[in-house]
T-cell receptor, first 114, second 118 residues
């Protein structure tokens, strides 16, 4: 069975600094997708970034980048120039299979300090 | 971008009653929608996959008779919590994945429904 591991229950970062949120995954599939979502206290799930298993370059979306190390099965999220509004829960997820169901990690609560 | 509307955002119901939650894709057709449940400070757990025009596929341990899913059209899926009990209180959230190239890998989530059973 596939598994997503986020080892950091909580992280703190100073405003304007960069932060890396860790994510490792376990799958025997060759084709899969890795996602990061942000969940603020309101509960909505906000899509941040996607990395396909066959993508050779790391994905970037504005201040978000995904450090994809396939051999290590890791997909860490890097947030540059943190902002107070970045304070939220962050979930790593993997999608695979014909229905492309998502499996989520337990999440990391990021707090950005002024 | 792809938008998924979920209603209601909050609902309080009495124990023993049923509650229906709607999930609509507003600007795309969704042959498949997903329903998740999230307990406080925990991750999202997939409950079921809703398929338009056919029966939903439930994950192991999810009672299909308690959580009724109907996907009657390409833009609407409903989750009905039947005979609700306090332990059903949770945050329920749906997601949909466009079947076209508009966003062929990104899932869009509804805003969630916080159910409280008293």
């Amino acid at each position: 069975a596939q598994k997503i591991t986020q080892t950091q229950p909580g992280m703190f970062v100073q405003e304007k600094e960069a932060v890396t949120l860790d994510c490792t995954y376990d799958t025997s599939d060759q084709s899969y997708g890795l996602f990061w979502y942000k969940q603020p206290s309101s509960g909505e799930m906000i899509f941040l970034i996607y990395q396909g298993s066959y993508d050779e370059q790391n994905a970037t979306e504005g201040r978000y980048s995904l450090n994809f190390q396939k051999a290590r099965k890791s997909a860490n999220l890097v947030i540059s120039a943190s902002q107070l509004g970045d304070s939220a829960m962050y979930f790593c997820a993997m999608g695979r299979g014909s229905n492309y169901k998502l499996t989520f990690g337990k999440g990391t609560l990021l707090t950005v300090n002024p | 971008g792809a938008v998924v509307s979920q209603h209601p955002s909050r609902v309080i119901c009495k124990s023993g009653t049923s509650v229906k939650i709607e999930c609509r894709s507003l600007d795309f057709q969704a042959t498949t929608m997903f329903w998740y449940r999230q307990f406080p400070k925990q991750s999202l757990m997939l409950m079921a996959t809703s398929n338009e025009g056919s029966k939903a596929t439930y994950e192991q341990g999810v009672e299909k008779d308690k959580f009724l899913i109907n996907h009657a059209s390409l833009t609407l899926s409903t989750l009905t919590v039947t005979s609700a009990h306090p332990e059903d209180s949770s945050f329920y959230i749906c997601s949909a994945r466009p079947g076209t190239a508009v966003n062929n890998y990104g899932y869009t989530f509804g805003s969630g429904t916080r159910l409280t059973v008293v």
